[in-house]
C-alpha cells in the first residue's frame, strides 16, 4: 500500500510539472506573460515583473556587455541581438496574453476525443538548454566573471531561448494532431468490410476535422508571425556577424594574395624586358616564393575561400529568408 501510495503521489508530482501551464509558469519566471487566474492586483503585479525584466535586459546589456568588460565587439551585438528578441517576444505575450496558446490547447482537447497532447519536445528543449549552460559553467566557470553578471548572462540566455517554447509545443502539438487523424482515416479506409458509402463518409469526416484542425493553427498565427519574424530577422543578422568573423581572416588573405599577383605581373615584365641572366635567377626565384607559399586558403585543397564564396553564400541565406517570410505571410 505504501509503495502505491507513493508512485500515486511521483505521479501527481509529474502531472504538476508537466504540461501547458507548467510551461507558461517556467516563461513567466523569465519575462513572458500569460493570463492568470488571478485577482487583478496579482495579474498587474505580473506585468510589471514582465516589464522589469525587460528593462533589467536593456540595463544589464549596456551597463555590463557595452563596455567591453567581457567581451569583444561580437559579444556586443550577440547580446544585442538576444535583448531585442526577449524584448519583443515580452511585448508579445504583454499584448496576447498567450490567449492563442491556451485557446489551442483547449479546441484540442474538446474536439479531438482520444487524442493525448505532446510537451516532450518543448521540455526536451528545456533540458537541452540547461545541459548546455552546466557545459559552459563546468569548461569555464566564472573565469573573469561576477557572480551576478555571469548569472544574468545565464538568465538573458534562457529568456532568449525559452521564448520559443510555446511555439514548439503548438507546431509539435499540430503534427501530433495531423498524425492522429490520419491514421485514424488510414485505419478505417484499411478496413475491406466497408462499403463506397462508408468510406466516402469516413473520407468526408476526415476533410471537416483536418479543415478544423487547420483554423486552429491559423488563430495562433498572427503573433507566431511576429514571433517568427523576430527569430529569422535575428537568426539572419547573427549569422551574417559570425559569418564575417570567420571569413575576416580568409578576406584578408585574399587581399594579400592579390597584392602578389600584381606584383607577380610586375617581376614577369620585369623578366621579359630584362636579357640579364642574374635578374632573371632572382625574378624566377621570387615567382616560384610566391606560389609555393601561396597566401590563399582553400576547402579540401579545391574551393577557393574567397570572396565569390562568401558572398554565394548569402545569397542562399537571403533567398531561404524570403522563401521563409513568404510562407509565413
Known sequence: MQILKGIT??????????????LLWLRLFFGYYFKLKKSVNICLMAKLYCIAGCLFAIIFYYQIVVPLNYGTIGTIFYNMFMVVDIILNAICSLISEEDYVLEFSSNLAAN????KQTYALPYLMIFAACTLETISFACTGYGTYLVFDYYAFVYEFLACFYSRLTILYITDNYRKAVQYICKSVRDKLENESLDVTQKTEYSSDFVKVFIMLRQYLDSTTKFMRVKYLSVVMLWYLEMTLNVIMISLPSLLMEMAANYLDDLKRILVCEMVSNEDEEIGDVIDDALDYIDACSTNYAIWNDYPLNMNLILSFFD??????????????
Open 9 to 22: 503521489k511521483l505521479k501527481s508530482i509529474i502531472s504538476l510539472l508537466y504540461g501547458l501551464y507548467p
Open 112 to 115: 479531438l476525443p482520444g487524442f
Open 316 to 329: 542562399l541565406c537571403t533567398s531561404y529568408l524570403i522563401a521563409l517570410l513568404q510562407f509565413l505571410y
